[in-house]
């Protein structure tokens, strides 16, 4: 767990379970290859390095593109859209625990990353982009 950059002294948590680590700060990279379920407010990026490790999500968020997001997530069966930024315990553990006891979330979530590691991002988007500026026309179709 994570706290988004405030000290984990500033959310007073009176207990911890011993299989629970709480830093401020942890690379997704290095947490996600290690965890079953994603608990996220929906951001683009964090949810961009969730399916990239076949990691299904919990989602919560309500600001700025985050609602779209996680509705995503749920519409492509790769995690529960909380439809909330403030969700409870109850409702996180109860989505958590659907996720978890349920083959379809993570299978669904590991063909995004097997899709997703099929492309060479860098690559492709140079190419568009040169395509782009040769034709100075929108690329709406890669062949």
Not at 22 to 28: A, G, I, Q, R, S
Not at 67 to 89: F, M, N, Y
């Amino acid at each position: 767990m994570t706290t988004g950059g405030q000290s984990v002294e500033n959310l007073q948590l009176t207990s911890i379970p011993n299989n629970v680590r709480v830093e401020k700060f942890l690379p997704h990279a290095h947490l996600l290859p290690y965890v079953d379920v994603m608990v996220t407010n929906g951001g683009f990026n964090g949810v961009q390095i969730a399916l990239a490790n076949g990691v299904p999500m919990v989602t919560a968020g309500q600001t700025e593109e985050k609602p779209e997001i996680c509705a995503r997530v749920q519409w492509a069966g790769v995690g529960i859209d909380l439809k909330t930024s403030t969700p409870t315990p109850k409702q996180i553990r109860e989505a958590v625990m659907k996720i978890v006891s349920s083959s379809h979330y993570r299978q669904r979530a590991e063909n995004f990353k097997t899709e997703m590691s099929r492309y060479d991002a860098p690559t492709l988007a140079t190419k568009l982009l040169e395509q782009l500026v040769l034709t100075k026309k929108p690329v709406f179709k890669t062949s």
